[in-house]
């Protein structure tokens, strides 16, 4: 995870480094994502999401797209 102040350093530096430009996100959903992905990693019944269950959480906080895609 790189942070960045705009989309327009995000595109430099993809340039830079010639590097396809990933998904952007706002710090909002990325704490969402962190929170919802990580809340439960403590629980002794934790276990890995399957992808079905991965997809569900992208898609209730608007993160769609192939960058989203896990299989």
């Known amino acids: 995870m790189l942070l960045f102040r705009s989309e327009e350093m995000v ?3 993809c340039r830079n ?3 396809p430009r990933g998904a952007i996100l706002s710090p909002a959903t990325c704490w969402a ?3 919802e992905w990580y809340h439960d ?3 002794r019944q ?3 999401r399957t992808v079905d269950e991965a997809h569900a ?3 209730r906080l608007g993160l769609t797209g192939d960058f ?3 299989n």
Do not use: M, S, V
């Open 57 to 59: 959480l992208f898609n």
């Open 11 to 13: 595109d430099r530096w």
């Open 41 to 43: 990693r403590r629980d």
């Open 46 to 48: 934790w276990r890995r």
């Open 33 to 35: 994502l962190a929170r």
């Open 68 to 70: 989203w895609k896990l």
């Open 17 to 19: 480094w010639g590097l």
